[in-house]
């Protein structure tokens, strides 16, 4: 019976731990979100699209580099 009941008692402190670890990580989101400023948000978002946009072209023009092309 004790043994049940430490184990019981031990699952409620883990799952109890888990949940502590829970509320803080969506308190840290929340603040996040809430504090965020979105004109930067979108600057900052346009600017690393263009970037992407730019490394797949090139990556596009060099993989279609080939040495018949230089002959």
Request: hydrophobic share 45%; proline share 0%.
């Amino acid at each position: 019976m004790r043994t049940r009941f430490g184990a019981g008692l031990r699952e409620l402190e883990t799952m109890a731990a888990a949940h502590e670890g829970l509320a803080v990580e969506y308190d840290r989101q929340l603040s996040r979100l809430q504090d965020l400023d979105y004109a930067q948000a979108i600057s900052d978002f346009t600017r690393e699209q263009q970037a992407l946009e730019a490394a797949q072209k090139s990556f596009k023009a060099t993989t279609q580099l080939s040495l018949f092309a230089l002959l």
